[in-house]
């Protein structure tokens, strides 16, 4: 059977969006901006985003399109080296890590947005988290976002992804927008926006160093970035067209969405609790809950924005199952449906693992995300600027226009030096802190 391939550039622009877009922008970056020193963590994560993300996008780009393949077999198919299929199978277990906590995270947003409805929470939001977080309950919900997971991956890429992507993400787009400008009429809504967009310059100075490993883990995960994800993803389009432009567009949809979730969840914080809520993973979840139960018609309003935020983690997920899926399907022949539930058994068992331990569940998510992406990052670009070499120039250059072709020389010196050697300095220091 011929390989799936995306109907449409936009299709293809759709699905690697809905892939950046998700719980990183609305749920991680609170949390952990709140633990790295607020607005300055903010500027960090921004420089890495453009610096590093823009060129490393494209990077995994040429090696998905060029090879036409899941990771595993890219390396394989564009050198007979078997030290860069490690980095093959490392995205696998990137992907495998990843889900096992993210579809944790979605099965809490699933309850929220039942539980809006039903005003569960409101007696008492605090408590709600702690109750439902961890334990059997988690792990239900961890299988019913699994599973609708896994339903749209078994579909394939152009019925499956790409018309779910198509749809979701301008939804998640429309209703941020109203919901953001909601939220900028709460009185107090001032005081959110300063925290979010004003930073602590002496704070920076003082610890750049500190904060570098989490805020450039952050901006990988963010733009879905070193787990191989958007080399799958690459990997279906067919069109012989230059990938400069779409690689910006990606990085930038992605910012300007993530500031947007920003304009929501920083007011509604502020205005209504008080700060921006510290304390771990559930701090949103609670801070959230909070400024619903205090809103009028907050019953309505946040159904609308645990929906927004499903749809968000749903387009991501759906691209972490892709990897491994891909993996089993190019290189054993599995079929798809096949490869599918193999896998949605085994992130039964290991989400279940992360729902029942909140130790796991906070070292999966942070830290251990944080050194797989970078590794797996770097593994990448040396690739592309060593090996790819030449040849990446010219699969990225297709049709390009004069500035994508100006850049392409000194982005084959940055992706296969300059950005490899920040990286290994940030993985070091994140290692030694
Ligand atoms: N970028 C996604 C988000 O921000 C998470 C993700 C990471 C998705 C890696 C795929 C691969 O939610
Ligand atoms: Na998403």
Same mark, same amino acid.
């Given at each position: 059977?011929?390989?799936?391939?995306?109907?449409? +550039?936009?299709?293809?622009?759709?699905?690697?969006?809905?892939?950046?877009?998700?719980? &990183?922008?609305?749920?991680?970056?609170?949390?952990?901006?709140?633990?790295? %020193?607020?607005?300055?963590?903010?500027?960090?994560?921004?420089?890495?985003?453009?610096?590093?993300?823009?060129?490393?996008?494209?990077?995994?780009?040429?090696?998905?399109?060029?090879?036409? +393949?899941?990771?595993?077999?890219?390396?394989?198919?564009?050198?007979?080296?078997?030290?860069?299929?490690?980095?093959?199978?490392?995205?696998?277990?990137?992907?495998?890590?990843?889900?096992?906590?993210?579809?944790?995270?979605?099965?809490?947003?699933?309850?929220?947005?039942?539980? =809006?409805?039903? %005003?569960?929470?409101?007696?008492?939001?605090?408590?709600?988290?702690?109750?439902?977080?961890?334990?059997?309950?988690?792990?239900?919900?961890?299988?019913?976002?699994?599973?609708?997971?896994?339903?749209?991956?078994?579909?394939?890429?152009?019925?499956?992804?790409?018309?779910?992507?198509?749809?979701?993400?301008?939804?998640?787009?429309?209703?941020?927008?109203?919901?953001?400008?909601?939220?900028?009429?709460?009185?107090?809504?001032?005081?959110?926006?300063?925290?979010?967009? =004003?930073?602590?310059?002496?704070?920076?100075?003082?610890?750049?160093?500190?904060?570098?490993?989490?805020?450039?883990?952050?901006?990988?995960?963010?733009?879905?970035?070193?787990? &191989?994800?958007?080399?799958?993803?690459?990997?279906?389009?067919?069109?012989?067209?230059?990938?400069?432009?779409?690689?910006?567009?990606?990085?930038?949809?992605?910012?300007?969405?993530?500031?947007?979730?920003?304009?929501?969840?920083?007011?509604?914080?502020?205005?209504?609790?008080?700060?921006?809520?510290?304390?771990?993973?559930?701090?949103?979840?609670?801070?959230?809950?909070?400024?619903?139960?205090?809103?009028?018609? %907050?019953?309505?309003?946040?159904?609308?924005?645990?929906?927004?935020?499903?749809?968000?983690?749903?387009?991501?997920?759906? =691209?972490?199952?892709?990897?491994?899926?891909?993996?089993?399907?190019?290189?054993?022949?599995?079929?798809?449906?096949?490869?599918?539930?193999?896998?949605? %058994?085994?992130?039964?068992?290991?989400?279940?693992?992360?729902?029942?331990?909140?130790?796991?569940?906070?070292?999966?998510?942070?830290?251990?995300?944080?050194?797989?992406?970078?590794?797996?990052?770097?593994?990448?670009?040396?690739?592309?600027?060593? /090996?790819?070499?030449?040849?990446? /120039?010219?699969?990225?250059?297709?049709?390009?226009?004069?500035?994508?072709?100006?850049?392409?020389?000194?982005?084959?010196?940055?992706?296969?030096?300059?950005?490899?050697?920040?990286?290994?300095?940030?993985?070091?220091?994140?290692?030694?802190?």
């Amino acid at each position: 059977m011929a390989r799936d391939v995306w109907h449409s +550039r936009l299709g293809f622009i759709m699905a690697a969006v809905g892939s950046a877009v998700g719980l &990183g922008n609305l749920w991680r970056f609170p949390w952990m901006t709140s633990e790295n %020193g607020g607005a300055a963590f903010l500027l960090v994560y921004l420089g890495v985003v453009l610096c590093v993300g823009v060129p490393g996008l494209l990077a995994e780009f040429v090696i998905g399109r060029r090879s036409r +393949r899941s990771p595993v077999g890219a390396f394989s198919s564009l050198s007979d080296s078997t030290l860069w299929r490690v980095f093959g199978h490392l995205s696998v277990v990137i992907a495998v890590v990843l889900l096992s906590f993210y579809s944790v995270v979605g099965g809490w947003i699933l309850r929220y947005f039942g539980a =809006s409805l039903t %005003g569960a929470y409101f007696s008492n939001p605090g408590q709600y988290f702690a109750t439902v977080s961890y334990g059997l309950d988690a792990v239900g919900f961890h299988l019913l976002f699994l599973a609708i997971t896994g339903l749209i991956v078994v579909r394939g890429i152009k019925r499956g992804i790409e018309n779910a992507t198509k749809l979701m993400m301008p939804a998640v787009v429309v209703l941020l927008i109203v919901l953001a400008a909601w939220a900028s009429t709460l009185d107090g809504a001032g005081a959110g926006l300063a925290f979010y967009l =004003s930073p602590d310059v002496e704070l920076l100075e003082a610890d750049l160093l500190g904060i570098l490993p989490a805020a450039a883990g952050q901006a990988l995960f963010t733009l879905s970035l070193g787990s &191989g994800t958007m080399i799958t993803y690459a990997s279906y389009l067919d069109e012989e067209r230059s990938l400069a432009a779409d690689g910006a567009a990606i990085a930038v949809l992605n910012t300007c969405i993530g500031v947007l979730a920003g304009l929501v969840v920083f007011p509604l914080l502020f205005a209504l609790v008080g700060d921006a809520g510290t304390g771990g993973p559930g701090a949103l979840f609670v801070g959230l809950a909070n400024a619903f139960v205090a809103v009028p018609y %907050g019953r309505a309003v946040g159904a609308v924005f645990f929906a927004v935020v499903s749809l968000a983690a749903i387009s991501s997920s759906i =691209s972490m199952l892709e990897l491994p899926v891909s993996f089993l399907v190019d290189e054993y022949g599995v079929s798809r449906r096949r490869a599918t539930a193999l896998f949605v %058994g085994v992130f039964t068992v290991t989400g279940s693992a992360t729902a029942l331990s909140p130790g796991l569940f906070d070292f999966v998510a942070g830290t251990l995300v944080d050194l797989l992406m970078t590794a797996g990052l770097i593994g990448f670009l040396l690739f592309t600027g060593w /090996v790819v070499g030449q040849n990446a /120039v010219t699969e990225y250059e297709l049709g390009a226009g004069a500035v994508a072709s100006a850049l392409s020389t000194p982005w084959l010196y940055a992706v296969g030096v300059v950005i490899p050697v920040f990286l290994i300095f940030t993985l070091v220091s994140g290692i030694a802190a």
